[in-house]
């Protein structure tokens, strides 16, 4: 029987033997990781009294909890979703903005894309990729930069046009299960902040029910819009936490109905902490006045040429200059009236960019030619109109929190507990750098990240966990 098949089918040994290498490697592991970000969840907020999570208190006296964990630069959360799963700092994986920037050429404005894909923003293998070639059921939900992700079993990404994109099979299973009223992503883009986080917590305890995926990265958002508009540490921000940390719980309950607690290591983080700026610096009006940026107030406002132009970051600001023919007199220029411009604590060459775990300009082109660092109280704009360089904080304006400042700076630290199968309890950690999160969650699904810079976070580990 056998010397037939091998002998007169090729094709049919092929595919049977790909066939039990794919379900032995689906097989090789009954261990699941789910990796939850709240967005803006600095690390301050699990020390503060006034922070209602009894959640995630919970999970950090049972489980494993650090005193932060440093993020990457820049402090935003494309660019950090990516390191999380990624396990390497933006001058590697090459996620920048939240989107991708784009040089349209001399004197032409630059500008960021969100509805970017995965492959166009992602420059390195992530976790998703890495386990799905050995077999393993992945899931992101909300994620960042999985737009058009092939290695992904289930995936509703955190990109323009959300539902357009989500995989077909999870799109009609939520319709179906009324998590979703339809295919308009005009009408989910209306929705409220609480009730897309609502509606990404029943997708995420959906694919578990439905698919048990061995790993599932689900990002919750409105704590991140809340604390812009608000403030962190204000009772909307505290608020907005209660929500996210409800909705860790659903998902722990969802673990409890499907049977899957035992074999589950939960790990909560953020992607960048929060600080408060009283005042905003607007550089491109400062450039716009100087005669190197031209803007217009139409209907559409915006700029419409420019020599040089920041891209906020937030606490940082990214500096562009356009025109070869002009750039060093820009560049001196620039230099000479931000080094005068109140709100402007440092002004970074490219020379101490690798420090700072970003690319070198000459080999990444979304990579600025400066970057502007705010004093402390300020923090940076894009706007590119008006007559004030310098502009006050005001709830109208939605701008009382701000991320984006350099790592460096401890209320970026983001919030991290591991909790459930093979985590110690009671481990006690200080700061962590968040490239560690991808390998230590490839090593408790018994496999190995390759290329990823950091370590595995072996202190949290109990003995049988890589078992």
Same mark, same amino acid.
């Not at 293998?125 to 050995?134: K, M, V, Y």
């Not at 930069?145 to 939520?174: K, M, S, W, Y």
């Not at 048990?212 to 540490?233: C, E, N, V």
């Given at each position: 029987?056998?010397?037939?098949?091998?002998?007169?089918?090729?094709?049919?040994?092929?595919? +049977?033997?790909?066939?039990? @290498?794919?379900?032995?490697?689906?097989?090789?592991?009954?261990?699941?990781?789910?990796?939850? &970000?709240? $967005?803006?969840?600095?690390?301050?907020?699990?020390?503060?009294?006034?922070?209602?999570?009894?959640?995630?208190?919970?999970?950090? !006296?049972?489980?494993?909890?650090?005193?932060?964990?440093?993020? %990457?630069?820049? !402090?935003?959360?494309?660019?950090?979703?990516?390191?999380?799963?990624?396990?390497?700092?933006?001058?590697?994986?090459?996620?920048?903005?939240?989107?991708?920037?784009?040089?349209?050429?001399?004197?032409?404005?630059?500008?960021?894309?969100? !509805?970017?894909?995965?492959?166009?923003?992602?420059?390195? /293998?992530?976790?998703?990729?890495?386990?799905?070639?050995?077999?393993?059921?992945?899931?992101?939900?909300?994620?960042?930069?999985?737009?058009?992700?092939?290695?992904?079993?289930?995936?509703? /990404?955190?990109?323009? $046009?959300?539902?357009?994109?989500? &995989? /077909?099979?999870?799109?009609?299973?939520?319709?179906?299960?009324?998590?979703?009223?339809?295919?308009? #992503?005009?009408?989910?883009?209306?929705?409220?902040?609480?009730?897309?986080?609502?509606?990404?917590?029943?997708?995420?305890?959906?694919?578990?029910? =439905?698919?048990?995926?061995?790993?599932?990265?689900?990002?919750?958002?409105?704590?991140?819009?809340?604390?812009?508009?608000?403030?962190?540490? %204000?009772?909307?921000?505290?608020?907005?936490?209660? +929500?996210?940390?409800?909705?860790?719980?659903?998902? @722990?309950?969802?673990?409890?109905? &499907?049977?899957?607690?035992?074999?589950?290591?939960?790990?909560?983080?953020?992607?960048?902490?929060?600080?408060?700026?009283?005042?905003?610096?607007?550089?491109?009006?400062?450039?716009?006045?100087?005669?190197?940026?031209?803007?217009?107030?139409?209907?559409?406002?915006?700029?419409?040429?420019?020599?040089?132009?920041?891209?906020?970051?937030?606490?940082?600001?990214?500096?562009?200059?356009?025109?070869? *023919?002009? @750039?060093?007199?820009?560049?001196? =220029?620039?230099?000479?009236?931000?080094?005068?411009?109140?709100?402007?604590?440092?002004?970074?060459?490219?020379?101490?960019?690798?420090?700072?775990?970003?690319? #070198?300009? *000459?080999?990444?082109?979304?990579? %600025?030619?400066?970057?502007?660092?705010?004093?402390?109280?300020?923090?940076?704009?894009?706007?590119?109109?008006? $007559?004030?360089?310098?502009?006050?904080?005001?709830?109208?304006?939605?701008?009382?929190?701000?991320?984006?400042?350099?790592?460096?700076?401890? =209320?970026?630290?983001?919030?991290?507990?591991?909790?459930?199968?093979?985590?110690? %309890?009671?481990?006690?950690?200080?700061?962590?750098?968040?490239?560690?999160?991808? /390998?230590?969650?490839?090593?408790? @699904?018994?496999?190995?990240?390759?290329?990823? $810079?950091?370590?595995? +976070?072996?202190?949290? +580990?109990? #003995?049988?966990?890589?078992?």
């Amino acid at each position: 029987m056998f010397p037939g098949i091998f002998g007169a089918q090729p094709s049919l040994v092929v595919a +049977l033997l790909w066939f039990f @290498l794919t379900f032995a490697a689906r097989a090789s592991t009954n261990h699941h990781v789910i990796l939850i &970000t709240i $967005d803006g969840l600095a690390a301050y907020y699990l020390t503060d009294a006034k922070a209602p999570i009894p959640t995630l208190r919970k999970l950090a !006296a049972e489980g494993a909890v650090a005193e932060g964990m440093r993020v %990457s630069n820049p !402090a935003i959360t494309w660019p950090n979703h990516t390191t999380l799963v990624a396990g390497v700092p933006p001058a590697k994986h090459s996620v920048l903005f939240n989107g991708v920037l784009t040089r349209p050429g001399a004197g032409k404005p630059v500008r960021v894309e969100p !509805a970017s894909t995965m492959a166009t923003l992602v420059a390195v /293998p992530t976790l998703f990729d890495e386990l799905h070639r050995a077999g393993y059921r992945t899931a992101g939900i909300n994620w960042p930069c999985t737009r058009g992700a092939t290695t992904l079993d289930d995936n509703f /990404p955190d990109v323009p $046009d959300q539902i357009t994109h989500t &995989t /077909p099979r999870l799109r009609e299973e939520l319709i179906a299960a009324r998590i979703l009223e339809g295919t308009n #992503d005009a009408s989910f883009r209306g929705q409220s902040g609480p009730a897309k986080d609502q509606t990404w917590t029943a997708a995420a305890v959906h694919v578990l029910g =439905k698919r048990r995926p061995h790993f599932m990265a689900f990002h919750l958002l409105i704590t991140d819009s809340t604390q812009h508009k608000y403030g962190p540490q %204000s009772p909307a921000a505290y608020t907005a936490i209660a +929500l996210a940390d409800a909705q860790v719980a659903e998902v @722990l309950r969802t673990l409890d109905a &499907t049977g899957l607690r035992e074999q589950t290591t939960l790990i909560i983080t953020a992607d960048h902490g929060f600080e408060t700026a009283l005042k905003i610096v607007n550089p491109n009006v400062a450039f716009r006045k100087a005669g190197l940026l031209t803007a217009t107030t139409s209907a559409v406002p915006g700029i419409v040429a420019a020599r040089a132009q920041i891209i906020s970051e937030g606490g940082i600001a990214m500096v562009y200059f356009t025109d070869p *023919a002009t @750039l060093e007199s820009d560049r001196s =220029k620039v230099i000479e009236l931000m080094r005068a411009q109140e709100g402007v604590a440092e002004i970074l060459p490219q020379e101490q960019f690798a420090a700072l775990g970003l690319p #070198d300009p *000459a080999k990444n082109r979304q990579m %600025s030619d400066l970057i502007l660092v705010a004093s402390e109280g300020y923090a940076f704009n894009n706007e590119a109109n008006g $007559d004030e360089v310098v502009t006050e904080v005001t709830l109208a304006a939605g701008n009382q929190g701000h991320h984006g400042f350099l790592s460096r700076l401890p =209320k970026m630290n983001a919030a991290f507990i591991a909790w459930g199968r093979g985590i110690r %309890s009671g481990a006690r950690l200080g700061v962590i750098e968040n490239i560690d999160v991808a /390998p230590t969650i490839a090593a408790l @699904l018994g496999q190995k990240l390759s290329g990823a $810079d950091g370590r595995v +976070l072996s202190q949290m +580990l109990a #003995d049988d966990a890589l078992r």
